[in-house]
């Protein structure tokens, strides 16, 4: 158990429509990291937030959005969803900043677009 | 733009051979380097990761990984293979300190033999 905790863990929604997905990061830690995991793209960073300011942006999409609230957990926003949006989205944390690399993974939410 | 080269998207081995899983990174200077494992619908879990400290990074689960500047590789090794090991191996770098972004390679799927 990484102690990074996601909801959903499933979600299968239509095209257009509009999920959120949460995140709580680990006690303690600051940083929190969206990415993205599909067959044809791998392992794609979204965003970064450090206590509630982005910090790093990645191939987000204009349609998704993130924010990190002042207890720290974390919603990304997916609209105007897409087939090709289905994916396994992954929620990390980690202590602070800089980033070290050692990240804490959650066990991610699946989101099937149909 | 930083990355790391997975060779192999598929890699099979005996139980109990030598496990060989390769990484070559681009970068003019010393990256920070890491090997991440990701088992069946789980997250992702740190195995190792090369800060320059050492050439030869020992992590989890017997695994270990040497940097070769000339060769702008590291590579993952395990002499002896278990059937718990197979899972998808990621290689992942973080070009400078203090840069955000922790960018992933594309993911060796390690597969067992009884």
């Known amino acids: 158990d990484s102690g990074v905790t996601q909801t959903p863990k499933h979600l299968i929604t239509a095209t257009g429509q509009r999920v959120t997905l949460r995140c709580s990061p680990r006690?303690?830690?600051?940083?929190v990291y969206w990415y993205q995991q599909s067959l044809d793209q791998g392992l794609q960073f979204l965003i970064q937030y450090y206590n509630g300011e982005e910090r790093a942006k990645g191939n987000i999409l204009e349609r998704f959005s993130a924010q990190q609230f002042p207890d720290l957990h974390s919603e990304l926003n997916l609209s105007s969803l897409e087939l090709g949006d289905s994916a396994l989205y992954f929620c990390?944390?980690?202590?602070?900043?800089?980033?070290?690399?050692?990240?804490?993974f959650g066990e991610g939410s699946r989101l099937t677009v149909l | 733009a930083q990355s790391v080269t997975q060779l192999g998207s598929h890699v099979s081995v005996s139980e109990g051979a030598l496990v060989l899983l390769r990484c070559n990174y681009s970068s003019s200077v010393p990256p920070y380097l890491f090997w991440y494992v990701q088992y069946p619908n789980q997250g992702l879990q740190l195995l190792l990761k090369?800060?320059?400290?050492?050439?030869l990074v020992k992590g989890i689960n017997g695994f270990e990984a040497e940097f070769k500047k000339s060769e702008t590789s590291f590579h993952l090794t395990k002499p002896s293979a278990h059937m718990s090991d197979a899972a998808e191996y990621f290689c992942?770098?973080?070009?400078?300190?203090?840069?955000?972004?922790?960018?992933f390679g594309t993911g060796t799927r390690l597969t067992i033999i009884p």
């Open positions: 990390a944390s980690s202590v602070g900043r800089p980033n070290t690399g050692e990240l804490f």
């Open positions: 992942a770098v973080i070009p400078n300190f203090g840069n955000e972004k922790l960018t």
């Open positions: 090369y800060t320059s400290a050492a050439t």
């Open positions: 006690s303690g830690d600051l940083s």
